[in-house]
């Protein structure tokens, strides 16, 4: 079983950055495709982006594309998320995951994906 931890989340001002990471134990997570996924208060989870088991293939939603950037290191057994030019509305708890492929469809699915991380706070402040 596949346990992840997610971290690098924080407090920044609107156009700061942060680079997020989940960091898996218990399995490889090089046979699986990962995602990002994010949860503002009162909100559904949103998935944000996935990528798939080599890296050749990344996904992002409309409202990060051009912003955010994952990546992923199979031998460090982890997955990144860089993100640039951050706004207020991109407050939320972020959390990875694991699943079988990445594309939109999968990240409009949240019950593709499993082995969730309990998150990482990001607050951008206006």
């Known amino acids: 079983q596949v346990q992840l931890v997610e971290s690098g989340g924080g407090l920044v001002q609107a156009g700061g950055s942060l680079r997020l990471s989940c960091a898996a134990s218990?399995?490889?997570?090089?046979?699986?495709?990962m995602g990002w996924f994010r949860q503002a208060p009162g909100k559904e989870r949103e998935g944000i982006s996935c990528i798939n088991r080599s890296g050749e293939i990344t996904t992002y939603v409309d409202s990060v594309k051009g912003r955010f950037t994952i990546s992923r290191n199979n031998a460090e057994n982890t997955v990144y998320l860089q993100m640039i030019s951050l706004k207020p509305k991109d407050t939320a708890v972020y959390s990875c995951a694991v699943g079988g492929y990445c594309s939109h469809y999968d990240l409009e699915t949240p019950g593709n994906f499993g082995s969730w991380g309990q998150g990482t706070q990001v607050t951008v402040s206006s």
């Open positions: 218990g399995r490889t997570v090089s046979r699986y495709a």
